[in-house]
């Protein structure tokens, strides 16, 4: 996705205005409405941001329950039923405008609400067996209903009304974490099983249609009521008595069915327009990494001072995939990893700087230029100020070290001369759950001196006469020594490791010290340039967020 967007924020409600066509219908006696047909015409255009189509879904679903999505028809009914929230002067209290037939109900009106199943931990198995029956539970709870990671109790433990049945919804009462409660599905079909008593189902008994009940509990209106009444230390309740005191909103019966059809039709097009920006997005990024990978493969690459006949390559090649990138430029910005990545392989293979003198680089093992290496402290860390700061995973970012998040222990004298840090030394992480982050590494900067490092991390002392540091570190980022690092981890589960002896025997090409340092500058430069790029595209998407939000407030206030 390319956000490359001039624009005056300042001037945005104009340039908004002026460049987008109205998205509302001119105003009626029946109030405004969307213009659907526009709507759809623009889609691509309300479309440009990766949460575009998210918030699209969103603002059809809280136009259909503000009246906003369809027509009124002056000869549907108002809907019957006891005007429940009522303002002082005993009529009606509209929480916000909707239509005059539509009537504000809650929804202890229109529906019971039914606890769910009580069973014993002992009473519940993964496998359906005879005379028990499935139990859905939160986690059972998406865009639908799902029917993955079932349970299954005894048919007794489980009374006839808890049976849920086709138009119920279930609903997430009670979780660790709030965002899940409030999460509700609507049953499509009769379903012989029941639910757990962490969430709760509720059954329509009022004349509405449905699907209509359905949408609303999709809301933003809906979402936000829920997170508002949602309470609890740790784990997260839905009480009954918020759930049955929420609002809804109720149009004629007539309207209901006309809503829900063009809900419908407008949330299939989300899922078109969603499908088609990602397929788009993976195109794009198959591509980019494609050219990357051709870039920095030896195959493909100019001859080297290091290389000679057939493994010296393709010049035209590697001129062929440069000309690529530079003249499709802005896909840089969809995948600026890979280009990190790239820069890395590139410095590595002595593709990144020109070569001084006729020294060659040399393919060593990791041993040939380490002048000692050790494991940190095994003991336990504190965030208390006293005792002697220990890096930890955590400080180990972007090949550099991180200070902050900081915790120490104390130490003797001896195991201080032994754990301190010296600059230019080496941290390795040696084990985490994360094949990723084995075997990332940092260089220790003046900042980082005459501290302590913890048992997961190795310090590797390297030969200052043979090998610069940031050269080093440069190499165990890159893929070749990335690939020697997780791909033997990979077949192992629970927590990856990496040993002294595999650091060891790590293989990369070394070139003379004084190239070394000059390919170090070079990245250094590189990588400053890509936080340049990283940081004007964040900027641009902001801008293009804003404007996506400038054009749906204005869809919506208009």
Known sequence: MR?????????????????????????????????SQLLLQHFDVLAETP????????????????????PQDAEDPSFTGEIAIKNKNGGMENIYGVPPKWRWLLLTQLAVLIRGVSYRKDQATDLPEPGYVPILRANNIGKGLNFDGLVYV????????????????????????????????????????????????IRLVANIHPQYFGLFLQTPFYRERIAAAGKGIGINNLQKESLESLPIPIPPLAEQRRIVAKVEELLALCDQLEARQTAAREDRTHLVRSAYFHLTDSSTLIPSPRQSGAA???????????????????LILDDLPSLRQAILSLAVQGRLVPHNGKERAQEIRFEDIIQD????????????????????????????????????????????ADLGLRENDLLIVRSNGSES????????KQDGVGYAFAG???????????ADSGFVQLALSSQSVRDQIEIPVRTTSGVKNINTQEIYGLLFPLPPLAEQQRIVAKVDELMRWCDALETRFTAAQTTTTHLLDASLRQILTS
Not at 57 to 62: E, I, P, T
Not at 163 to 177: E, N, Q, T
Not at 315 to 330: A, D, E, G, R, Y
Not at 456 to 466: A, F, G, N, P, T
């Open 154 to 201: 005894p048919r007794a433990n489980v009374a006839a009304e808890q049976l849920i049945k086709r138009h119920d919804v279930l609903i997430a009462m009670s979780s660790g974490s709030k965002n899940v409660v409030g999460k509700a599905a609507q049953a499509e079909s009769d379903f012989e099983g029941g639910f757990g008593a962490f969430c709760g189902l």
């Open 437 to 444: 982050l084995v075997g990332r590494s940092a260089v220790v």
């Open 3 to 35: 956000a490359i967007v001039k624009t005056n924020l300042a001037d945005l409600p104009e340039h908004v205005e002026s460049s987008q066509p109205s998205l509302v219908a001119p105003k009626s006696d029946e109030g405004r409405t969307l213009n």
């Open 456 to 466: 997961y991390l190795v310090r590797v002392r390297i030969k200052r006469d043979q």
């Open 51 to 70: 949460e575009a189509v998210e918030k699209l879904r969103k603002l059809v679903l809280d136009f259909a329950i503000r009246g906003r999505l369809v």
């Open 312 to 330: 010296a390559g393709h010049p035209s090649s590697f001129k062929q995939h440069v000309s690529f990138i530079l003249h499709n430029s802005s």
């Open 373 to 416: 290496s050790r494991y940190g402290t095994s003991k336990k860390c504190h965030y208390q100020p006293d005792g002697t700061g220990v890096l930890r995973i955590p400080n180990v970012v972007g090949g550099r070290i991180d200070l902050s998040n900081l915790k120490r222990t104390e130490l003797t004298k001896s195991e201080i």
